[in-house]
Nanobody, 119 residues
């Protein structure tokens, strides 16, 4: 099992920056990749960014490319999401997730954290 705990959300204004962090614990060696998802009211949950735990290879949703950066610290078992130039449409609950294989089905989830961007 892997436990994930997010931190760093909050209320910001459009154009501001915010950094989310996710602390992982438990069976870390089983992790293949970690990702950040978000879900806005009335919308489906979407993958924002994904990072391979060992290679560091990253993927981003088109909507956040150039604004968001995912990073990891294997020594601290953390994954972060640096969000710059935030827009009101970035408002959502953000979830940290981890998967055990190349298949993009995530096995472990954090509880979610609210990010609100005011215009």
């Amino acid at each position: 099992q892997v436990q994930l705990v997010e931190s760093g959300g909050g209320l910001v204004q459009a154009g501001d920056s915010l950094r989310l962090s996710c602390a992982a614990s438990g069976h870390i060696s089983s992790i293949y990749a970690m990702g950040w998802f978000r879900q806005a009211p009335g919308k489906e949950r979407e993958l924002v960014a994904d990072i391979r735990w060992y290679s560091g290879l990253k993927d981003y949703a088109d909507s956040v490319k150039g604004r968001f950066t995912i990073s990891k610290d294997n020594a601290k078992n953390t994954v972060s999401l640096q969000m710059n130039s935030l827009k009101p449409e970035d408002t959502a609950v953000y979830f940290c997730a981890a998967r055990k294989s190349v298949i993009r089905e995530y096995d472990y989830w954090g509880q979610g954290i609210q990010v609100t961007v005011s215009s």
